[in-house]
């Protein structure tokens, strides 16, 4: 199985600040078709997982440019900038190219 | 606007079965793979199942932990996919989101979740 391996396990953020956080998968996640199927989703208290960054870059529909991804092969980064406080919870990245669909542990972003 | 109602969810005891069910709308159904995908209670995502599309010859696929007992079906004119689980352990108890692959990636759209407590 492919591992997706997160950090940090918290950030603590200001208001207006910027974060990074780090997914790394053990296993390359470019698949057969030239996709990379590496996305990032954030779950905010009490409600369900909404994807954000597919494809590794890619905003998905009324996502705001605030958040960016980028990496490739193994090394995936999402950055939240001029963070507001509808951006905290828990974020994760997910691979959808090989079998099992596998998903990192999280990340809580919270206010400093 | 893409909506994904789950519902069917509940007690049961161990051993016992329980089929969930999701309810789409909002977009092309037939045109979509659908998966299910579930979170223990205060743990992470697990991706449980998968059906592709009807030229895909609807092609299943499972996560290890649950192959031989789920069954993931859908029925295109009624825009539902549906999961079966049989013979439940305590360790499936999660909420169960339906989530789709619309021409984004890999779970793009998600339901809001259904409660299933397996426990004696």
């Known amino acids: 199985d492919v591992v997706m391996t997160q950090t940090p396990v918290s950030l603590s953020v200001s208001l207006g600040g910027q974060v990074s956080i780090s997914c790394r998968s053990s296993?390359?996640?470019?698949?057969?078709?030239?996709?990379?199927?590496l996305s990032w989703y954030l779950q905010k208290p009490g409600q369900s997982p909404q994807l954000l960054i597919y494809?590794?870059?890619n905003r998905f529909s009324g996502i705001s440019d605030r958040f960016s991804g980028s990496g490739s092969g193994t090394d995936f980064t999402l950055k939240i900038s001029r963070v507001e406080p509808d951006d905290l919870g828990v974020y994760y990245c997910?691979?959808?190219?090989?079998?099992?669909?596998?998903f990192g542990a999280g990340t809580k972003l919270e206010l400093k | 606007a893409v909506q994904l109602v789950e519902s069917g969810g509940g007690l049961v005891q161990p051993k016992e079965s329980l089929k969930i069910s999701c309810a789409a709308s909002?977009?092309?159904?037939?045109?979509?793979?659908m998966y299910w995908v579930r979170q223990a209670p205060g743990k992470g995502l697990e991706w449980v199942a998968r059906?592709?599309?009807?030229?895909?010859?609807?092609?299943?696929y499972y996560a290890d932990s649950v192959k031989g007992r789920f069954t993931i079906s859908r029925d295109d004119s009624k825009s539902m996919v549906y999961l079966q689980m049989d013979n439940l352990k305590t360790e499936d108890t999660a909420m169960y989101y339906c989530?789709?692959?619309?021409?984004?990636?890999?779970?793009?759209?998600w339901g809001q979740g259904v409660m299933v407590t397996v426990s004696s």
């Open positions: 989530t789709s692959y619309y021409g984004y990636s890999p779970f793009d759209y």
């Open positions: 909002g977009f092309t159904f037939s045109n979509a793979a």
């Open positions: 059906i592709r599309t009807k030229p895909n010859n609807y092609a299943t």
């Open positions: 296993q390359s996640l470019v698949h057969n078709n030239g996709n990379t199927y």
């Open positions: 494809k590794v870059s």
């Open positions: 997910g691979q959808g190219t090989q079998y099992p669909y596998t």
